[in-house]
């Protein structure tokens, strides 16, 4: 047999194979689930080690739940690959627990080192509504990397740039309502910017930037926004938590028994509800 191998066409797009730690591997799963990164964009495995548990651990939080959580992906971790990822985010829950100050759904055995959810739900809900707008701004700057592999980083500072100028101005003013002004200045900066490197028709490429800015401002604004529902979910964990330990104390005797059947439910409706959410969040609101 003679093989011959000829030059790859210069369109084509070679196979690329992820390296990362090995406590970063069991997170590419998400980006298996998009596709595996080509040679020139970035690939946000160690973001999304960092990101998930941290979501998840938050909506999670209580010590001996977490070390439950944490055991069974370890002890399955072998017979299903997936549950590998139960491991950091039960330990992360480990920690939430004692910053809620909930052990075995009970908020009476330790102090919180930060506060009970239920009696300042404001605060828990606009602390994931922070945490939302910083995963969206490390998304949008790994955006702004790939194009810098790609060799267009001077078209992302003529366009894109201004659209972080823009989010950033626009959930900035809620802390600091100057910021505002930079919400009109980054579309303007994406407007000018788009009919400054179009190539031809400029009046039509301007309109055309602007129907997608409009378009990826509002689809910016919906997904922080959605990160509210990891402080919900936090909020519904400890509401879940506070009715099994009122049954557990309106069983009298049977209170142990109550106790162990409330918190294994608890584990198996929430483990299963968080984990849908934390893998929504990643790949609808991160990715995009």
Do not use: C
């Not at 998400?30 to 595996?36: D, K, Q, S």
């Not at 980054?186 to 997608?212: P, V, Y």
């Not at 409009?214 to 604004?221: D, F, I, N």
């Amino acid at each position: 047999y003679l093989l011959r191998f000829s030059a790859a066409p210069d369109d084509s797009v070679p196979p690329t194979v992820l390296r990362n730690p090995r406590w970063v591997r069991p997170f590419e799963v998400f980006g298996r689930l998009m596709g595996v990164p080509g040679t020139r964009e970035a690939d946000p495995s160690i973001v999304r080690a960092l990101v998930a548990p941290l979501m998840f651990g938050f909506m999670f939080g209580d010590v001996v739940q977490g070390l439950v959580v944490a055991a069974l992906g370890f002890m399955l971790r072998k017979r299903m690959p997936a549950l590998r990822l139960l491991i950091p985010g039960g330990l992360v829950a480990v920690a939430f627990g004692f910053a809620f100050g909930s052990v075995f759904a009970r908020e009476d055995l330790i102090a919180p080192l930060w506060l009970h959810p239920l009696s300042d739900p404001l605060t828990v809900l606009g602390a994931a509504l922070g945490f939302g707008v910083v995963v969206i701004l490390v998304g949008l700057l790994l955006n702004a990397l790939q194009f810098h592999w790609r060799g267009e980083l001077g078209r992302w500072l003529a366009t894109d740039a201004g659209l972080l100028v823009a989010y950033a101005g626009l959930v900035g003013s809620f802390l600091f309502p100057p910021l505002l002004w930079a919400l009109p200045a980054g579309i303007a900066w994406i407007l000018l910017g788009s009919a400054a490197t179009a190539h031809g028709d400029r009046l039509g490429a301007l309109g055309h930037a602007a129907g997608e800015t409009v378009e990826r401002l509002l689809q910016l604004g919906v997904n922080t926004v959605s990160f509210v529902r990891v402080g919900a979910f936090a909020l519904a964990h400890a509401g879940l938590s506070t009715a099994v330990v009122g049954i557990a104390d309106a069983a009298g005797a049977a209170y142990w028994p109550v106790l162990l059947i409330g918190n294994a439910a608890i584990i198996a409706l929430e483990g299963l509800v968080v984990g849908i959410q934390t893998t929504r969040l990643i790949l609808f609101e991160f990715f995009i």
